[in-house]
């Protein structure tokens, strides 16, 4: 099979909009009319009733929902269904018969390819693309080859084992998929996926008042910045006295209440490319002390999106000559979703965050005011900071970038 | 795991797709293949109020060879390319996309959207830094034409204005004494590396680029010895719970000079088949 060169119809749809797609399933021709927000899986499983397309991690990682989408294996829960209009798409139940499996199929019965059976269809969809597109594909290769699909019973072996066998068996060219033909697919629960556009056009949570509880265990992300600002220590600390000036420093962030005994509310929006997560929360200032240049701050919030921050930052001032080298020690701990894009990813972003931090701070004791655009922090981290601050206020994009 | 409610627009021109872009005022995003922007928003990471679908437009379908140069459209699948005779005429290429996540991400996922999504741990933008590819991207004032070296702007981050699409990008097709490298560590086959390198090797010039090392693919080109202390300097990551700052540095030195090596001896190999 090839890839069909085919151009799909124009369509504009607003949230919430049913959109019609035209797939062939399983031989079948279907016209389905779904929310743009449904997933090849979820249009599948629910609204063709072809429950044999597995669900596992819903988001590109366990390979349970792999597909044949025009004769090449996809993970189809990373796919908007919408997207497919005109495409041919063979599932499990499309492969072999009830009384005359897939030669594939066979193989996988006859070495105990399977324990639970949970991972099964995926690994027959991702194996009979391996062997119909490459079927000279060596067996040193295999593992590495169906690593797209997870087998949590981890019977890898025997899986293996049983591609090798049908690689063997096919010299002449692995079957075609043998039970697709023109039926009537069973539809069930129309339109589930449609219902809560309202809620979402709810608009932001309000901030709701809560006691700031210091984080514990092994933090996400320890961040350590210096940087020297050009102006006395005083003056920083006429920023730091200022607390709602000093949390416009933090890029994207304002407080919104002060609730009394060194306790706030705030709210502060981040984008990272695609990734755009608006926090409310509390703050509450631990230690303030002028004298010995020590602010210790205590920060929490959530994402409407169930993404979770704690944060425990520690500023210290110390006066070299005529400046002030600011410090910024920071214990950030991440659960929820935002924790998925563990890596040192979170690391350099909030190390960068708070580069900009340290630089907006120098910028308002110099100024007295928040700064309003992009701060050039010292060295190299310049470029990647100004596209941040431009992300971060997209209003503010048009030319005069200072 | 649903991703948020969100217009969604297939456009069959560019321009419209500019337009649906720019009257989104900042709320639009692109989709091709959506490989790596699905999941975001499944985790709903990114709540897009409009989805523009790409797949609609003819034009960015294409591949096109001139000039010693190929240039890849939008909507070119990876795995289209795997496949093509152009994995052999950009050797790099080709050695880059087995690694890019499994077979069943790169029947669907595109070329130019890895470039546009920029994860610094991603193999397509270390291949374009490595090769000094150029993207083009199009938006209300028409096409302009970005250096891949002067594209990326920290972690998932890029020159890419909000009603912009990278449209292309041009890759320099390899002159026959060239040689390449490419390696990565991941903890598991088609997971994002803990750091990788891509080399192309010309005459005496050594290019190095690395990933998963910053914030951004970081390259550099040296006349000469490669030495060691330019490879640490070059990873700068923080490091996590996975690979610490000081163990990449040494995954990726070992790498560098492993691949480096074999770049110079294909290079080598091709001078002396030439004189004979």
Known sequence: ?402 | MKAAPFAYARPSTLDEAVAELASADGGGKVISGGQSLVPVLAMRLARPEVLVDINGIAELGRIERSDGAVEIGATVRQRAVERDRLSAEVPLLGMALPWVGHRELRSRGTVCGSLAHADPAAELPAVACCLDATVTLSGRTGPRQVAAREFYAGAMMTGLGPDEVLTSVRLPLARRADGYGFAEIARRHGDFALAGVAVHVRDNRVTVTGFGISDRPVTRTVTGEVTGDLLDAMVDTDGDGHASRDYRRRLFRVLAEREIGKARARAGRKERDDDQ
């Open chain 1, 1 to 402: 099979m090839t890839t069909s060169e085919r151009t799909p119809r124009p369509v504009r749809a607003e949230a919430g909009d049913l959109v019609e797609v035209r797939l062939t399933v399983n031989g079948t021709p279907a016209t389905l009319r779904l929310p743009a927000r449904v997933t090849l899986s979820d249009a599948l499983r629910d609204h063709l009733g072809l429950t044999g397309t597995h669900v596992g991690c819903e988001h590109g990682v366990c390979g349970m929902c792999t597909v044949l989408v025009d004769g090449q294996a996809a993970r189809a829960c990373l796919l908007f269904a919408v997207q497919l209009d005109g495409a041919d798409i063979v599932t499990v139940e499309g492969l072999g018969r009830p009384d005359r499996l897939h030669p594939l199929q066979e193989a996988f019965g006859r070495n105990h390819a399977l324990q639970c059976g949970f991972c099964t269809p995926g690994f027959l969809l991702s194996a009979y693309d391996l062997l119909a597109t490459t079927p000279e594909v060596p067996t040193e290769e295999l593992p590495q080859e169906l690593s797209g699909v997870l087998c949590r019973c981890t019977g890898y072996r025997n899986i293996i084992a049983a591609v090798r066998e049908a690689r063997e068996e096919s010299a002449d060219g692995l079957p075609a998929p043998a039970n697709c033909g023109s039926r009537a697919l069973v539809g069930r629960a129309a339109g589930q996926a449609g219902h809560d556009a309202q809620q979402a056009a709810a608009g932001p949570e309000k901030p709701v008042a809560v006691d700031v509880v210091p984080p514990r265990g092994e933090p996400t992300v320890t961040v350590c910045v210096s940087t020297e600002v050009a102006v006395g220590s005083g003056q920083v600390w006429d920023v730091f006295d200022d607390i709602h000036l000093l949390a416009r420093c933090l890029p994207g962030a304002e407080l919104t209440e002060d609730l009394g005994g060194g306790l706030y509310a705030g709210r502060a929006k981040m984008a990272v490319g695609p990734v755009k997560l608006a926090f409310t929360g509390a703050a509450r200032i631990l230690e303030h002390d002028r004298a010995s240049g020590r602010l210790r701050v205590l920060a929490q919030g959530r994402d409407t999106g169930g993404a979770q921050t704690q944060a425990d930052i520690e500023l210290r001032t110390e006066a070299v000559g005529q400046g002030t080298v600011l410090r910024a020690d920071a214990k950030v701990y991440l659960t929820g979703r935002i924790a998925q894009f563990g890596r040192a990813l979170a690391g350099d972003i909030s190390r960068r965050m708070f580069e900009q931090f340290a630089a907006s701070v120098g910028e308002a004791a110099t100024s007295g005011r928040a700064p309003e655009g992009p701060v050039k922090p010292p060295g190299a981290i310049r470029l990647m900071l100004g596209t941040l601050l431009e992300r971060l206020r997209p209003a503010r994009r048009s030319r005069g970038a200072r």
